[in-house]
């Protein structure tokens, strides 16, 4: 009769013991670095000890090249911060990486953040993605609190002033995150890009008014010195 647990062989690096499981499967344990900065002692599985072994290796290989091991405590949010600070803020340009950082910051990290990354849903972002659309970012972000004189939320009679995303914003957004998770692809910390079967049409539903001949008089008196005045003036004309 087999025995339940093979005698472990030791790893060249000292990593630690590679066996056969009473399941059959083989399995090998490995200190890493979680994105938090602690140690931790994970395992590797395989069906045979050369698969195991190459698993192995590319945990390893991950670690050497700095890149987060993608176990069950790594979040969408914690490698949203990895992806911001090694793969996009050398590559991309100032301006852009803040709009990027943002987006991560202010909804990506709010919104599914908590997540596991393995674990992360198609359904997941799409449900997220519908919610941006309707919900108030003054009230979401405490923007009204920041404010000398509230205006909305911050009130004491509190009054939603319905700051929603807009369909710019949100397709900003949905170019960040498939961005990102296609990074964590090739780096071998995802099977596949599940952002990227996300198609969510969005627009935006406000109407325009126009201004009532009062209205359109107090702009011009305001606007008289404005050197765009004589333009405002003509449109509002037509």
Known sequence: ???????????????????????????????????????KRISVYGDSERATLDELGKVLDQQRRGIPIAITILTVAEYMTYWLEHVAEPSIQRTTYATYEGDVRLHIVPGIGKRKLKTLQAAHIRTWLTQLRTVCQCCAQGKDIARKTPRCCAMDQPTCCDDALSSSSIRHILRVLPAALQDAVEEELLNRNVARLVQLRVTDDCKVRSFTRTEALRFLQTAEKHRLYALWAVALAI
């Open 1 to 39: 009769m087999m025995a339940a647990r093979e005698k472990a062989k030791r790893n060249a690096n000292g990593q630690g013991g590679v066996y056969r499981r009473a399941d059959g499967r083989w399995e090998a344990k490995v200190f890493v670095d979680t994105p938090d900065g602690r140690r």
